[in-house]
């Protein structure tokens, strides 16, 4: 398929939140990054407790890894611990340009960036390895550009990935209002991931089920969540797993996760009164 280019792309992420419930649980918050906590891969870098993800150059990939692996799963045990976790971030394409690929939250079984691959891979997965069952990945995908390869749904949508960029499921960006009436269609509310607005992510894993949510920031919680999927991670995840998300600050518990994109340069801001990461994607020309 042929690449499109890398084009100048602003997502932020507020403090991720992450817990495992578990006797080994782990908590921990980062505002602003630290090279003295943070594992660096690619070209992504730290300056003034700014993380960096990527530079000028047209798809490439970086990753910051929180340093210590965490346990998914308790001793003797094949099942996967229950988790949670939620975040704020934004895209913002440049005006007349087209946007980047999106971004992936997920988890990883080992440090580096080996087998990903930049532009429609999202720094996911590569051309070789994609459906492998020994990749033991796990990402919930952003996507803004549709990929017929990877049989996306459209230009704007969520998906649940296991070792694959081809979706589980996957949703059109968007919440469904708590006042809607018998799952009325007509009264789901699309977001669009690139249109520079800030959005509230949550993700919830428990009794074989996953639930991805989001909603414009500030707004409770919708009830409904936009994916309910039985899913069961126990052959995915391996016992002990490092994890990534696109860019952020976020709090763990058996589960991990810093940032991963492309063409990307995160810096320090504020939003709602919060202390945030924010990433610029800019293309070779600027």
Same mark, same amino acid.
């Given at each position: 398929?042929?690449?499109? /280019?890398q /084009?100048?792309?602003?997502? #932020?992420?507020l403090?991720?939140?992450?817990?495992?419930?578990s006797?080994?649980?782990?908590?921990?918050?980062?505002?602003g990054?630290?090279p003295?906590?943070?594992?660096?891969?690619?070209?992504?870098?730290?300056?003034?407790?700014?993380?960096? *993800?990527?530079?000028?150059t047209?798809?490439?990939?970086?990753?910051?890894l929180?340093?210590?692996?965490?346990?998914?799963?308790?001793p003797?045990?094949?099942?996967?611990?229950?988790? #949670?976790?939620?975040?704020? $971030?934004?895209?913002?394409?440049?005006?007349?340009?087209?946007?980047?690929?999106?971004m992936?939250?997920?988890?990883? /079984?080992?440090?580096?960036?080996?087998?990903?691959?930049?532009?429609?891979?999202?720094?996911f997965?590569n051309?070789?390895?994609?459906?492998?069952?020994?990749?033991?990945?796990?990402?919930?995908? $952003?996507d803004?550009? &549709?990929n017929?390869?990877?049989?996306?749904?459209?230009?704007?949508?969520?998906?649940?990935?296991?070792? #694959?960029?081809? #979706?589980?499921?996957? &949703?059109?960006?968007?919440?469904?209002?708590?006042? &809607?009436?018998?799952?009325?269609e007509k009264s789901?509310?699309?977001?669009?991931?690139n249109?520079?607005?800030?959005? &509230?992510?949550?993700?919830?894993?428990?009794d074989f089920?996953?639930?991805?949510?989001?909603?414009? !920031?500030?707004?409770?919680?919708?009830?409904?969540p *936009?994916?309910? !999927?039985?899913?069961?991670l126990?052959?995915?995840?391996?016992?002990?797993?490092?994890?990534?998300?696109?860019?952020?600050?976020?709090?763990?518990?058996?589960?991990? !996760?810093?940032?991963?994109?492309?063409?990307g340069? !995160?810096?320090?801001?504020?939003?709602?009164?919060?202390?945030?990461?924010?990433?610029r994607?800019?293309?070779g020309?600027?």
């Amino acid at each position: 398929m042929k690449k499109h /280019p890398q /084009p100048p792309l602003l997502p #932020s992420l507020l403090p991720i939140i992450l817990s495992f419930q578990s006797i080994f649980a782990i908590d921990f918050v980062f505002n602003g990054f630290d090279p003295a906590n943070t594992s660096l891969y690619g070209v992504a870098t730290i300056q003034s407790r700014i993380l960096t *993800l990527t530079n000028d150059t047209t798809f490439t990939i970086g990753r910051a890894l929180y340093p210590s692996k965490i346990r998914t799963k308790e001793p003797n045990s094949s099942l996967v611990l229950p988790f #949670s976790t939620s975040f704020i $971030f934004s895209i913002a394409p440049y005006r007349d340009s087209l946007p980047g690929h999106g971004m992936v939250f997920l988890f990883v /079984p080992f440090k580096g960036i080996k087998g990903a691959s930049e532009g429609q891979h999202l720094g996911f997965v590569n051309r070789t390895n994609d459906g492998k069952s020994t990749n033991h990945l796990f990402g919930i995908e $952003f996507d803004v550009f &549709q990929n017929e390869e990877f049989g996306d749904i459209n230009a704007n949508h969520v998906g649940i990935n296991l070792n #694959s960029l081809t #979706s589980e499921e996957a &949703q059109a960006a968007g919440y469904w209002p708590d006042n &809607q009436r018998n799952n009325d269609e007509k009264s789901f509310k699309e977001l669009k991931l690139n249109s520079g607005k800030n959005y &509230q992510v949550w993700i919830d894993y428990a009794d074989f089920h996953i639930n991805v949510t989001m909603a414009p !920031v500030g707004m409770k919680r919708p009830r409904k969540p *936009l994916l309910n !999927v039985p899913i069961n991670l126990s052959w995915v995840l391996e016992e002990e797993i490092f994890s990534v998300c696109d860019v952020g600050t976020r709090r763990f518990s058996d589960e991990n !996760v810093i940032g991963i994109g492309g063409n990307g340069k !995160v810096y320090k801001g504020v939003l709602v009164g919060v202390e945030v990461a924010m990433k610029r994607i800019v293309s070779g020309k600027q």
